[in-house]
């Protein structure tokens, strides 16, 4: 009973915080709502500070986000470089701030970049958003990155923006959450403004939008294996993708949904951290969320690498080799495939070329590595090539009749975990596909398989 008193007690309260809100907070985000949506702002106020962790939105929120144009009023301007000429693929946000402790902003841009291939980087942007009240901050932020990042400006590969004091809303009347000093709450409130700021601008040239973190390296190829993602859930329904447990990095959205979650995070940027309102968000359309293993991102400074996951030894299971590739220097095409020193040499190769492994028993393949190159200076590397894992369907003897891709190499080398099983099936073959010609020659070190 003493239960059921407080609860109702506590539901009153909510009830008459909805027309102070309405009386007392007349700010700029819910200017453009009528009073009825004020209302129901001011009821999702109120059943945030009940249950800040665990509250689903009110359904009826979709009904107030039927225009999901940005924002025109914000400020946000560009510091370094320009958008790109056409609309690309992804658009990688960050926002950085200045930090007593330093950043490390140039890690994390310097880890995206070497993270991917030069095909790769086409398909992206960086946007990076520098929030900092120093002035001074800000002048040497924009002479380090453009003394750095020079060539991936020039490319527009890199976009640095920032948005002025004034169009940041009032960290007054702050509601404190999970017992957060002041200090913290104001922080967290202040980025929230900054990530719709940052968001809001990345809206019109991709079509997702990937967060990222100030301070994270990225595994090899990771642009690729989000795409791969993305295109088997194209036909499904979804709000975000996350490719990481680490905070707010690794988190994707479609750019069509991005007006809708940046509206919300200045309706209610004072009340809960970012992550908390993305967990709000998702509940009016995507009630579990959507993970994929491994992460993608690690934080700068942790002390494991995405080459040395636990993952065991290889296992290699028995295969038949075919190639469309000459062998040289006495090698031949199963030495890729051993588990000793042995390797592969062709002089040459023409995009279409491939090396491919067909198991004699089709298998659930977990991880694929492969690695190419004489020496760790980048000699016969296979510059553009990709791996893609095949699935029997006719029995064939030696190819199978469709393939999915499994990622890009990197510097010559792929190293991934198989995100999930295709629909189930157990995979055949794994090729090793050239796609640019390679005149001096590849050596193919080792192709390794995990199976389960």
């Known amino acids: 009973m003493r239960d059921a008193l407080c609860l109702l007690v506590s539901a009153a309260a909510a009830l008459l915080s909805i027309f102070f ?3 007392e907070n007349p ?6 709502l009528s009073l009825e949506e004020k209302e129901l702002v001011a009821w999702q106020r109120a059943r945030m500070q009940l249950n800040p962790g665990g509250t689903r939105h009110l359904q009826t929120f979709k009904d107030m986000q039927k225009n999901s144009e940005p924002f025109k009023n914000m400020n946000s301007y560009i510091l370094i470089g ?5 609309k690309k693929l992804l658009t990688i946000g960050i926002s950085s701030g200045q930090r007593p402790e330093g950043s490390h902003l140039v890690d994390t841009l310097q880890s995206l970049f070497f993270a991917s291939s030069s095909s790769e980087r086409k398909h992206f942007t960086v946007l990076v958003h520098l929030a900092g009240p120093d002035p001074k901050w800000l002048v ?8 750095m990042f020079e060539p991936h400006i020039q490319a527009r590969e890199l976009v640095v923006i ?7 809303l009032p960290l007054k009347d702050l509601k404190v959450t999970f017992n957060d000093p002041p200090v913290h709450t104001a922080f967290h409130s202040r980025q929230n403004m900054d990530y719709a700021f940052l968001m809001n601008f990345a809206t019109q040239h991709s079509d997702y939008f990937l967060m990222v973190e100030d301070d994270v390296k990225c595994a090899p190829g990771f642009v690729t294996q989000i795409a791969t993602a993305v295109s088997a859930w194209a036909n499904r329904p979804w709000v975000t993708l996350e490719f990481s447990p680490l905070g707010v990095t690794g988190k994707l959205f479609r750019t069509g949904d991005v007006p809708r979650f940046v509206h919300f995070l200045l309706l209610f940027y004072r009340e809960v951290p970012w992550d908390c309102l993305l967990s709000h968000f998702q509940a009016l359309l995507q009630h579990t969320p959507i993970r994929f293993l491994p992460s993608l991102f690690q934080q700068v400074g942790n002390s494991s690498s995405f080459e ?12 038949s080799i075919h190639t469309s590739l000459k062998a040289a220097n006495d090698s031949a095409p199963s030495h890729a495939y051993s588990l000793g020193e042995n390797f592969f040499y062709t002089k040459s190769a ?11 028993v089709p298998a659930h393949v977990s991880r694929v590595q492969v690695l190419t190159g004489s020496d760790p200076r980048g000699w016969n590397q296979l510059e ?10 006719t029995n064939r003897v030696s190819d199978c009749d469709d393939y999915t891709l499994l990622g890009l190499l990197v510097n010559g080398v792929l190293n991934k975990q198989v995100l999930s099983p295709t629909s189930g099936k157990k995979v055949k073959c794994v090729r090793l596909l050239v796609t640019a010609a390679a005149p001096s020659g590849i050596v193919v070190r080792h192709i390794h398989l995990w199976t389960k």
Do not use: W
């Open 82 to 86: 320009a958008p790109p000429r056409k």
């Open 21 to 23: 809100f309405i009386k």
């Open 350 to 360: 023409e995009p279409g070329s491939h090396l491919t492994v067909v198991l004699d």
């Open 384 to 393: 553009e090539g990709q791996v893609e894992l095949g699935c029997d369907s």
């Open 308 to 319: 040395e996951d636990d993952t065991g030894s290889p296992s290699n299971p028995a295969a």
């Open 27 to 32: 700010l700029d985000t819910t200017s453009f």
């Open 162 to 168: 920032t948005t002025p004091l004034t169009s940041y």
């Open 140 to 147: 040497q932020m924009i002479y380090n990155l453009s003394a």
